[in-house]
């Protein structure tokens, strides 16, 4: 059984930071493009950063870029997510994602229709950040 788990939510102040991590069970996860999307309360699940299998390549969706930085650990089957200057348009459950590729294919995280193709998915971290 797929089990992904997240952690490291909690309450920010604006310009703070904090890293959430998630750990895959069930599989060998160092096969898989991980990554991670959100969710603030009445809006539709939004992508935020991936990576390949290896950590070799990773994008981000532009409001990131520059504040959060993804990573990996393949020995440990963990992904990270690394989240500076905190806005509180930040504020958000923050959910880990697996696309069962070990390429990083932009159209399972991203789609013009707003799905996806991720085939597993955690239960999710909230992420509230105060201004």
């Known amino acids: 059984q797929v089990q992904l788990v997240e952690s490291g939510g909690g309450l920010v102040q604006a310009g703070g930071s904090l890293t959430l991590s998630c750990v895959g069970y069930?599989?060998?996860?160092?096969?898989?493009?991980m990554g991670w999307f959100r969710q603030a309360p009445g809006s539709a699940r939004q992508f935020v950063a991936a990576?390949?299998?290896?950590?070799?390549?990773?994008f981000y969706e532009d409001s990131v870029k520059g504040r959060f930085t993804i990573r990996r650990d393949n020995a440990k089957g963990m992904v990270y997510l690394q989240m500076d200057s905190l806005k509180s348009e930040d504020t958000a459950g923050y959910y880990c994602?697996?696309?069962?590729?070990?390429?990083?294919?932009?159209?399972?995280?991203?789609?013009?229709?707003?799905?996806?193709?991720?085939?597993?998915w955690g239960k999710g971290t909230l992420v509230t950040v105060s201004s």
């Open positions: 069930g599989r060998i996860f160092s096969n898989y493009a």
């Open positions: 994602a697996v696309d069962r590729s070990p390429v990083l294919v932009k159209s399972e995280w991203i789609r013009p229709d707003g799905m996806n193709g991720i085939d597993w």
């Open positions: 990576t390949s299998s290896n950590g070799g390549v990773t």
